[in-house]
C-alpha cells in the first residue's frame, strides 16, 4: 500500500484542460494537460509522478538508503555512479566555471552553523572556519564511473535537482504526448512542453507575483526565498551562501524567477544572480534574459 | 575509378566550405525536431513510390540504396 | 563572472542540452502500417501493403523491422510494336499463346505474382560523434529472389549541424524466369501450325533458351551524404552515389520487333541487355519551415554508361493546421534519355546488334505525378493520413523514322496510373 500512496495524485476536470495535483520534494506540485481525455491524463500523470518520486528518491539528501546518501557517507572512499548522476555533476561542474566558484553544490555544510529561520542568530567564525575546509567542488573528483570526495563533505543537489526533475518530465511528456501541450510545475519551477492549442497561455501562480501570470511557452525558475532570512541589527542576511566566505551573499535580492526554453537552465540563471548579490540585475540585464527579482 | 575519386572530392570540398558558419545551437533545434522537418519524414510513402518508380522507369536511387531486391525492372 | 552578455547564457544551454540528452529513455514500439493502391487504366493493377515495427532503446539505439507484401495483377506492354493487323505472341513459358489486337499494344497479361519482403535495421551510436546502422533484406517473388545487406556510418561535426555519412549495400539476387532465360535476340517462336508435332514445337522453343550462364545479378551500391543545417529553419542534404551491377539484367518476358520496308514485324526477338551497369547519381534536398507550412523540395541528376541519364524534380509542401492535420500537395517531374541500345523495333536486313531493347522504361520518357496527401496527428501520438495521386507516363520520339505502315500507328504509348494510399502510425 505503500507504494500506492506514494504515487497518490489528485486528477481534476477543468474548462479547457485537466490538472493532476500532488506533494514532492517537499512542495506542492502539479502537471496541466492541455486535453479533456481523463483516461490520458491519468496515464500521462502517473508516469510524471513516478519520474518525479524516482528522481527526489536518488538524489534527496534526505533520505537514508539512496544515492545521495551513499556518496555524502563514503568517508572518503570512491562511490560509484550511473550515467545520470555523473551528468548532473558535469551540468554543476559547468556552472561552477561559469560562476567563478561561487555555484558549489557541496556548500551545503555550511548549513550547519547557519539556521536561516528568520532568528536573529548568527554563527560564530569559528564555526564558519571550522566547515568551509568540508566546501570546495575543486576537491571533488569524479568521471562517468565514479565520485570521491573528503570525508564529511557533502553534496546537495538541491541546487539543480528539482529543475532537472521538471525538464526530465517535460522530456518524457514530449515523447508520450507529443502533440498536447503539457505545464510542469514542481514548486514553481515550472516548464512548458509546446505551446497550447488555440494559441491559448498557461496561467499559474507563482512566487514573486500576487496575481497568476500566463504564460505560453518556455521555463520558468525561481531562486532565492522571501521567507528564509535573517535579521539581525537591521542587516538581512540572505539563505545564498558564499562557498568562499561562508558568509551570506551580501545584497542579493530575496528572490528571483527567470524565463529560459528550459527548467535547468532558468533555475540555474536564477542561482547565479542570486550569488552575483547587488549585480543581480545587472547580471540578468547582460544574459538578455526575462526575469522577475523581489529585493525585501 | 576516376569517378569516384572525383565525387570524394565533390562531397570534400561541399563539406568543407558548407558548414563552418552554418548550423544552430542544440536549444535552437526545436523547430527541426518536429517530424515534418526530419529528412525522413513520411518514409513510408517514400518507399512506395520508390518501388512505383522503380518499376516504371530506368534510374533509381539517389535518396538511398538504388538496391536490387525486386524482379520488376 | 567575466563572462558577459550571452557567453554564458550560451555556454550553459549547452551544458543544459547535455544534461538532459541522456535522458532518451526506452519507448514503447512505434508501428507504422500502410496500404496501396496502384492501378493503371486497362493494364497492371497493384496491392501494396507495409507494416513496419520499431523500438527506441536506451542510448538512441533504434531497431526496426519491415514487412512489405504487394500483389500485382493484369497486364504489361511485351515491348513489340503495335500492327494494322492482330498479332499472336508465344507465353514466356512455352505453353500458351496471347494476341494483341489492330493497333492496339501487344500486353502480356500472363502474370500475377506476390512478392513479400522482409528487413530489419538497427542503428546505434559509436562513440561520440559517430553513429553506425546496419541491415538486411529478404525478398521473394515467383521468379525472383533478392538478399541484401547494408551498412552506414555516419559522423557528426560542428555541433551535429553537420553529418558526413558513407553507405554500402550489397545485394545478391537470383531470377529464374518463367519458361527460363531466353537467348538474348533469338527470335520468338511462333506455332501457326507450321510444326508436325508438339515434339518439334517444343525443341524450336527450348532452342530460343539458354542453358548455361549468369541467372542472377549482383549491385554494389555507394553512397556518401552530407547533411547540413543551415539554420533554425532550414536543412539540406547531399548524397553522391554509385552503383555498380553485374549479371542478368535482361528482362526475360521483353521482345523487340523486327519490321520490314513496309512497317510489317516479320519476327519477334527476345532483348538483350548488357551483363553490367554503373550507376551515378546526385541527390539534393532542402527543407524549410515557414511560419505554418513546411516545403520540402528535391532534385536528381543519374547516369549510368548504358547511356540512360536522367532528371528529377520532386516537391512536397506541407501546410500545417492548428488542429495538427495537414495538407500537401506533391508534384514531380521527371525526364529521362534513352538507353544506347534503346529501340522501338529492329529494321530486317540490318545487322542484328549485341544489344538491343524495345522496353519503353528505358527508352526516352518525360513523366510528372500531381498528388494531394493529408494527415492527421490525433492527441494519442496516432496519426493517419490519405494520398492521391495521378502519375502520367509519355514515351518520347527518340527520331526512329517509322517505315510504311508504322508511321499512322503510335510508337510511342502513354501510360495513366492512379495511386491512392491509406497509412496509419500508432
Not at chain 1, 148 to 160: L, N, R, S, V
Not at chain 3, 185 to 202: H, I, K, P, W
Not at chain 3, 294 to 305: E, F, P
Amino acid at each position: 500500500m505503500a507504494t500506492l500512496a506514494q504515487q497518490h495524485y489528485e486528477l481534476s476536470g477543468h474548462d479547457s484542460y485537466i490538472s493532476a495535483r500532488f506533494q514532492a520534494m517537499a512542495s506542492p506540485c502539479e502537471f496541466l494537460f492541455d486535453t479533456l481525455d481523463k483516461s490520458l491524463a491519468d496515464s500521462l500523470a502517473q508516469k510524471g509522478v513516478a519520474q518525479a518520486r524516482r528522481i527526489e528518491q536518488k538524489f534527496s539528501r534526505y533520505a537514508k538508503d539512496n544515492l545521495c546518501f551513499a556518496i555524502n557517507n563514503a568517508e572518503g572512499a570512491s562511490v560509484k555512479i550511473d550515467d545520470e548522476c555523473y551528468r548532473l555533476l558535469a551540468f554543476a561542474q559547468t556552472c561552477f566555471e561559469l560562476s567563478d566558484g561561487m555555484f558549489d553544490l557541496t556548500s551545503g555544510v555550511l548549513r550547519r552553523a547557519w539556521k536561516f529561520d528568520c532568528s536573529s542568530h548568527i554563527p560564530q567564525q569559528r564555526q564558519i572556519d571550522a566547515l568551509l575546509p568540508l566546501v570546495g567542488w575543486e576537491k571533488v573528483t569524479f568521471d562517468q564511473h565514479s565520485i570521491q570526495m573528503k570525508p564529511g563533505m557533502e553534496i546537495d543537489f538541491g541546487g539543480i535537482g528539482k529543475e532537472y526533475a521538471v525538464s526530465a518530465i517535460a522530456d518524457i511528456y514530449r515523447i508520450h504526448a507529443p502533440d498536447m501541450s503539457v505545464l510542469i510545475n514542481l514548486g514553481g519551477d515550472i516548464q512548458i512542453t509546446k505551446p497550447r492549442q488555440h494559441k491559448l497561455p498557461w496561467r499559474v501562480g507563482i512566487e514573486n507575483h500576487e496575481h497568476v501570470i500566463s504564460i505560453v511557452q518556455g521555463a520558468l525558475a525561481t531562486s532565492g526565498d522571501a521567507k528564509r532570512f535573517i535579521l539581525r541589527d537591521g542587516k538581512r542576511y540572505s539563505h545564498i551562501l558564499n562557498p568562499k566566505t561562508g558568509w551570506p551573499v551580501a545584497n542579493a535580492p530575496s528572490s528571483v524567477t527567470t524565463h529560459a526554453p528550459l527548467c535547468v537552465q532558468a533555475g540555474c540563471l536564477a542561482t547565479l544572480s542570486l550569488l552575483n548579490g547587488k549585480d543581480a540585475e545587472r547580471f540578468l540585464q547582460n544574459q538578455d534574459v526575462k526575469y522577475w527579482c523581489t529585493r525585501v | 575509378m576516376k569517378k569516384i575519386i572525383m565525387l570524394f572530392a565533390a562531397v570534400a570540398i561541399l563539406g568543407v566550405t558548407g558548414c563552418s558558419s552554418l548550423g544552430v545551437q542544440p536549444w535552437e533545434r526545436d523547430l527541426l525536431a518536429t517530424d515534418e522537418m526530419s529528412l525522413s519524414a513520411g518514409a513510408t510513402d517514400l518507399a512506395l513510390d520508390d518501388h512505383i518508380y522503380f518499376s516504371k522507369e530506368g534510374t533509381s536511387g539517389g535518396r538511398g540504396f538504388a538496391g536490387g531486391g525486386c524482379g520488376c525492372n | 563572472m567575466q563572462l558577459n552578455k550571452t557567453d554564458l547564457k550560451k555556454a550553459l544551454f549547452a551544458a543544459s542540452c547535455t544534461l538532459l540528452a541522456g535522458n532518451s529513455v526506452a519507448q514503447d514500439w512505434d508501428f507504422d502500417t500502410a496500404i496501396m493502391y496502384y492501378g493503371e487504366a486497362d493494364r497492371v493493377q497493384a496491392l501494396e501493403g507495409i507494416f513496419q515495427a520499431k523500438k527506441t532503446l536506451k542510448d538512441d539505439k533504434e531497431f526496426s523491422a519491415k514487412l512489405v507484401v504487394d500483389s500485382l495483377t493484369g497486364a504489361s506492354a511485351n515491348g513489340a510494336v503495335q500492327q494494322a493487323t492482330a498479332q499472336t505472341f508465344t507465353t514466356p513459358s512455352g505453353n500458351g499463346q496471347y494476341t494483341a489486337n489492330t493497333s492496339e499494344t501487344p500486353l502480356d497479361d500472363t502474370f500475377l505474382d506476390t512478392r513479400v519482403q522482409i528487413s530489419a535495421q538497427w542503428s546505434q551510436p559509436l562513440a561520440e560523434n559517430y553513429v553506425v546502422s546496419t541491415g538486411a533484406n529478404v525478398s521473394n517473388e515467383y521468379d525472383y529472389q533478392s538478399i541484401a545487406f547494408n551498412g552506414v556510418l555516419g559522423r557528426y561535426f560542428n555541433n551535429k549541424n553537420t553529418t558526413a555519412s558513407l553507405g554500402l549495400s550489397y545485394a545478391l539476387d537470383s531470377v529464374d524466369p518463367v519458361g527460363g532465360r531466353p537467348v538474348g535476340l533469338s527470335t520468338m517462336v511462333v506455332d501457326n501450325g507450321q510444326f508436325s508435332d508438339e515434339a518439334a514445337y517444343r525443341s524450336a522453343f527450348d532452342a530460343t533458351r539458354q542453358t548455361g550462364g549468369e541467372d542472377g545479378k549482383n549491385t554494389v551500391d555507394v553512397i556518401l551524404g552530407l547533411t547540413q543545417v543551415i539554420n533554425r529553419q532550414w536543412i539540406t542534404q547531399f548524397n553522391v552515389s554509385l552503383s555498380e551491377v553485374d549479371g542478368y539484367l535482361t528482362d526475360p518476358y521483353k521482345v523487340v520487333s523486327e519490321v520490314d520496308a513496309s512497317g510489317m514485324a516479320t519476327q519477334q526477338r527476345y532483348e538483350n541487355r548488357p551483363g553490367s551497369r554503373s550507376k551515378q547519381a546526385f541527390f539534393a534536398q532542402s527543407k524549410y519551415r515557414f511560419e505554418s507550412s513546411v516545403w520540402d523540395i528535391s532534385y536528381r541528376l543519374t547516369n549510368d554508361d548504358w547511356g540512360i541519364n536522367s532528371h528529377t524534380i520532386e516537391s512536397r509542401y506541407r501546410f500545417l493546421f492548428d488542429n495538427n492535420s495537414y495538407l500537401e500537395p506533391h508534384i514531380r517531374l521527371y525526364q529521362q534519355g534513352e538507353a544506347d541500345f534503346y529501340t522501338p523495333f529492329l529494321r530486317e536486313g540490318d545487322a542484328v546488334p549485341e544489344f538491343a531493347s524495345a522496353d519503353y522504361r528505358i527508352g526516352k520518357l518525360n513523366a510528372y505525378t500531381f498528388g494531394i496527401k493529408y494527415g492527421k496527428k490525433l492527441k494519442s501520438g496516432r496519426e493517419y493520413g490519405v494520398r492521391l495521386e495521378y502519375y502520367n507516363q509519355a514515351s518520347q520520339d527518340v527520331g526512329v523514322e517509322a517505315p510504311g505502315g508504322l508511321n499512322s500507328l503510335d510508337l510511342y504509348p502513354s501510360l495513366d496510373a492512379v495511386i491512392l494510399q491509406f497509412d496509419y502510425k500508432f
